[in-house]
């Protein structure tokens, strides 16, 4: 496959595919620059050189940033890709004052507090709201008036400063076939207004910075009685680069997947490079429709799981099998591996160094589990960059080979 390759105002490059990382914590940040640092790109193997963007929300960005300075290496030594050199996009994230956890709200609004001091108190208030119908009605009714040009340019200007190499509209998901056309409406005004103030108030920025409209989106809302209007919605102020951001995909139903990757393809004749947010190996299936780049979490979901009030989430995380491409969690792996004397499933650098599960300590195992991960998109990427048959064709060997089949069904 021949990579594409498009020049962001910014100097760096977009290559088509892509893959960028989520960072959501310290950890997260530390992790790559640990793993950058150890893994480099040399002879013996390839780190994660093929991992090109971290995106990171707006109400992380501040435990993420002290990882992201500029590398006296990268200065001495032009091949050494350390973490400032790739595409760094800073998510306003407004999505989260509408769903999501209460740690991202929080973290969404502390962003905007000294600028909009009342939203945490309207958006916690909606929050405590129990029917799901009165609760999205009061958070167009009370939040949206909130999101108004003044906040707009704020978030914005947060970007600019944090260096971000895409400037992101802010945004407010589709979540909802009744009040979808509140929804395309309230978008439409954002990404009008994006597209105006970076004309006007924010010219400078013009020619070094390449605007995204993002539209967030539960894949339930795209009938084809809906798609028109959110197409305008996300294409409005002429953006030049789309970002779609999934919430809560379910891969079974394949009916709203297929019409997810339909819309997909339907925006990818606009010519806009476009990237998608918040997916894990379905991603590989957005390439074959028109996505230049993917966006996925460190090692775990990118979806929200709702578990019983009496149950914990284990501390120790689960592990990404390589070949089957499904995770083990760390209770269930070693069953999977006893057979072979606990060998690790995996040549990444990490798992080459271990050698076996039973030389892992367990206080090690999240460290490891995402270095490996980290390692293995990158290998994952470079077969698909290097692969010399079509994307469609290789990805139906890869999933074909995996416990990821149903991918299949969906490969044109």
């Known amino acids: 496959m021949i990579t594409n390759e498009k020049l962001l105002k910014c100097g760096k490059i977009l290559k088509t595919p892509s893959l960028f990382i989520n960072a959501k914590t310290k950890a997260d940040g530390k992790l790559i620059k ?23 929300s707006s109400g992380d960005y501040s435990a993420v940033a002290p990882f992201l300075v500029p590398d006296i290496r990268a200065q001495l030594d032009p091949s050494f890709y350390s973490a400032d050199k790739r595409i760094r996009l800073i998510d306003p994230a407004t999505h ?62 947060f970007q600019i400063r944090a260096n971000a190499d895409i400037l992101i509209n802010p945004s407010v998901p589709f979540s909802s076939s009744r009040r979808i056309n509140d929804q395309a409406e309230k978008t439409r005004e954002m990404n009008r207004q994006g597209r105006v103030l970076l004309d006007t108030v924010l010219s400078r920025y013009k020619e070094q910075r390449d605007l995204m409209n993002l539209t967030v989106l539960n894949p339930s809302v795209l009938a084809s009685t809906y798609v028109d209007n959110i197409l305008d919605a996300t294409l409005q102020g002429n953006p030049d680069i789309i970002g779609i951001r999934l919430m809560n995909l379910d891969e079974k139903n394949s009916v709203e997947t297929m019409n997810f990757l339909k819309f997909l393809k339907t ?37 929200m799981t709702k578990k019983k009030a009496s ?102």
């Open 311 to 412: 149950e914990k989430a284990p501390h120790e995380g689960s592990y990404y099998h390589s070949i089957e491409m499904i995770d083990y969690s760390y209770r269930s792996f070693p069953d999977n591996i006893r057979a072979k004397n606990y060998k690790l499933p995996c040549h990444c650098e990490i798992c080459d160094e271990f050698g076996s599960f039973t030389k892992i300590e367990k206080k090690q195992w999240n460290y490891f589990r995402k270095v490996h991960f980290l390692l293995v998109k990158n290998m994952e990427m470079q077969e698909l960059r290097k692969t010399d048959v079509p994307l469609n064709i290789a990805l139906k060997d890869k999933f074909g080979r995996s416990q990821k089949t149903g991918y299949v069904a969906f490969l044109p």
């Open 34 to 56: 640990e793993t950058i640092i150890r893994y480099p790109l040399n002879k013996a193997n390839n780190g994660i050189s093929q991992i090109d963007g971290i995106v990171i």
């Open 96 to 157: 989260f004052l509408f769903s999501g956890l209460e740690k991202d709200k929080d973290a969404c609004c502390s962003v905007v507090e000294k600028w909009l001091p009342q939203l945490s108190n309207v958006v916690n208030s909606v929050a405590r709201i129990d029917a799901q119908k009165e609760k999205l009605d009061s958070s167009i009714q009370r939040i949206y008036p909130l999101l108004d040009a003044v906040l707009i340019q704020r978030l914005l200007e």
């Open 267 to 303: 925006l990818s004749s606009s010519g806009k490079p476009i990237v998608v947010f918040n997916v894990r190996e379905f991603g590989y299936v957005t390439f074959c429709y028109g996505a230049n780049a993917i966006s996925m979490p460190i090692a775990k979901s990118p979806y």
